[in-house]
């Protein structure tokens, strides 16, 4: 499997921005679909985002659209999630995720081990 590094750790205002990194290693990151997902304590992982291993499709959840963006490059095995307008209710742990199938992501496949986003004023 591939292994997933994320980072980005940050704390920023209700407004803000902030870009996470998710940086794999071992096998062709080519073969994997990647997404993002974050918790809450308390509450269970909810999807944030996704794109496919070509970059060619992207899915969001609702709540994010039009302020979250999934990109990704494959050359240098990353994927990021730009996070623009910032709220209070996006603080959460992150996690990226990659799996061979795309409606698999979320459902197994290999986890990083979470970066922390504050937004907070």
């Known amino acids: 499997q591939v292994q997933l590094v994320e980072s980005g750790v940050g704390f920023v205002q209700p407004g803000g921005s902030l870009r996470l990194s998710c940086i794999a290693s071992?096998?062709?990151?080519?073969?994997?679909?990647m997404g993002w997902f974050r918790q809450v304590p308390g509450k269970e992982s909810e999807f944030v985002a996704a794109?496919?291993?070509?970059?060619?499709?992207?899915r969001y959840q609702d709540s994010v659209k039009g302020r979250f963006s999934i990109t990704r490059n494959n050359a240098k095995n990353t994927v990021y999630l730009q996070m623009n307008s910032l709220k209070p209710e996006d603080t959460a742990v992150y996690y990226c995720?990659?799996?061979?199938?795309?409606?698999?992501?979320?459902?197994?496949?290999?986890w990083g081990q979470g970066t922390q986003v504050t937004v907070s004023s």
């Open positions: 995720n990659a799996n061979e199938q795309f409606v698999e992501l979320g459902r197994g496949g290999s």
């Open positions: 794109i496919t291993w070509t970059g060619g499709n992207t």
């Open positions: 071992g096998r062709s990151f080519t073969r994997y679909h």
